[in-house]
């Protein structure tokens, strides 16, 4: 976790001096001329390379195991989304890097619960890295000084109820009946619309702000895009560490057995009753809603 933090102050960094063309965001310090999503890349396989105990790590950009020199038995492999949203670093919104930590050397066959780590490194108006460990309680947020190191500053343990969302491939209501219904809803009840089109910033926000839902769900014409691995498991496991709830709409996003490197899903991030009204709205019911005991009053 430590060299991983050293390379998203890296980034940070680039992030923030990069010059962005139509098609790419380049850096040009000395003799690099790589988009910064590819110099993320390179700098984060590099850090897990120098950790000394990451066994395998693969991402987004480079979606194969690739060994990176350490131990199987108490060693770790690690799954990472370089730079989450870099087609919105040219119009300067909030970009990530997000990753997960499997122990061992498998990254397949295995579910988000098993993650020993997750995190994200969000490069907006301030640079911070959020993450969450197995043995841990809470999730935790570290502001980067202008002298370079981490300050702790935030612990989340609980989200609440409140009304912010985050509606992702909005796209599929047009046929998804019972997306756009629940997009109606909250509508019509006055929900605060927070979304930028970048998947960190707008799951952080739940975390920071500790109540709202984000919604990424698909449809016959505008299939699931997220990645189980890369991304959706990482941050699933930061938002139930934090006190949230995941799903895929029926089931934990952690409790999905990631059988391909490139699994996609629809996914939902937030309080417990958002993700009931979720599950409820899309399927008819939810598995968090505990069963009325007989005789109860309805
Ligand atoms: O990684 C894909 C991504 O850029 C996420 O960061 C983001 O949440 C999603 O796509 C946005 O999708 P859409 O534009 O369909 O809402
Ligand atoms: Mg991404």
């Given at each position: 976790m430590t060299c991983m933090g050293e390379s998203l102050r890296t980034i940070a960094f680039k992030v923030r001096t990069a010059s962005c063309g139509g098609t790419a965001c380049v850096n040009s310090f000395g003799d690099e001329q790589l988009a910064v999503d590819l110099l993320a890349n390179k700098l984060l396989f590099e850090a897990l390379q120098y950790s000394?105990?990451?066994?395998y790590a693969c991402s987004e950009e480079v979606p194969e195991l690739q060994d990176?020199?350490?131990?199987v038995e108490g060693g770790f492999s690690v799954a990472f989304d370089p730079l989450d949203g870099s087609s919105i670093v040219d119009t300067n919104f909030t970009v990530g890097t997000i990753f997960g930590v499997w122990p061992g050397d498998k990254l397949t066959g295995v579910t988000g619960a098993q993650q020993v780590a997750s995190a994200m490194g969000i490069f907006g108006p301030r640079t911070t890295y959020v993450l969450a460990l197995k043995d841990v309680p809470g999730t935790h947020e570290f502001l980067l000084l202008d002298e370079g190191k981490w300050q702790h500053v935030k612990d989340t343990t609980s989200i609440g109820e409140g009304k912010m969302f985050s509606p992702g491939n909005l796209r599929a209501t047009s046929d998804n009946p019972e997306y756009a219904k629940l997009i109606d809803y909250y509508v019509r009840e006055k929900y605060t619309l927070r979304y930028t089109g970048g998947m960190v910033p707008d799951v952080n926000q739940i975390i920071v702000k500790e109540k709202g839902i984000f919604t990424n769900v698909a449809s016959p014409s505008a299939k699931a895009k997220l990645r189980l691995l890369f991304e959706v498991a990482p941050l699933g496991f930061l938002i139930e560490k934090a006190g949230g709830y995941s799903s895929d709409g029926k089931q934990s996003v952690l409790d999905k057995v990631i059988n391909n490197l490139d699994d996609r899903t629809q996914v939902a991030y937030g309080s417990k009753n958002e993700i009931i009204r979720f599950e409820e709205t899309l399927y008819g019911s939810s598995r968090l809603k505990a069963a009325q005991p007989v005789g109860a009053a309805a």
């Open positions: 000394h105990s990451c066994k990176m020199g350490g131990p």
